[in-house]
């Protein structure tokens, strides 16, 4: 069974940065795109950057330029560089497939931008 752990998350003041991990078990970090997902309380779960399995990548309007999403395809493992943190990045992070059908998701990584 596929497992995705996340971890990195933590408290930061605005303008930080954190750096998310997020590692598989299984075939699934090889054969697919992959995507980094945020959750904040109140609000749906939405996609915020995805990685091919070739490298390329994409970002929602809310992060461009300030986080950068890699994969490490050789230790299935992806990252997720988070710069210049705003309070409203506040949320659970998750990492699982760019598309449906997703697989069973993490327990997410938990960050709280706050002074």
């Known amino acids: 069974q596929v497992q995705l752990v996340e971890s990195g998350g933590g408290l930061v003041q605005p303008g930080g940065s954190l750096r998310l991990s997020c590692t598989t078990s299984?075939?699934?970090?090889?054969?697919?795109?992959m995507g980094w997902y945020r959750q904040a309380p109140g609000k749906q779960r939405e996609l915020v950057a995805t990685?091919?399995?070739?490298?390329?990548?994409n970002y929602s309007d809310s992060v461009k330029g300030r986080f950068t999403i890699s994969r490490d395809n050789a230790k299935n493992t992806m990252y997720l560089q988070m710069n210049s943190l705003k309070p409203e990045d506040t949320a659970v992070y998750y990492c699982?497939?760019?598309?449906?059908?997703?697989?069973?998701w993490g327990q997410g990584t938990q960050v709280t931008v706050s002074s």
């Open positions: 699982n497939k760019h598309t449906r059908p997703w697989v069973n």
């Open positions: 299984g075939s699934i970090f090889r054969l697919y795109a």
């Open positions: 990685a091919t399995t070739g490298g390329s990548t």
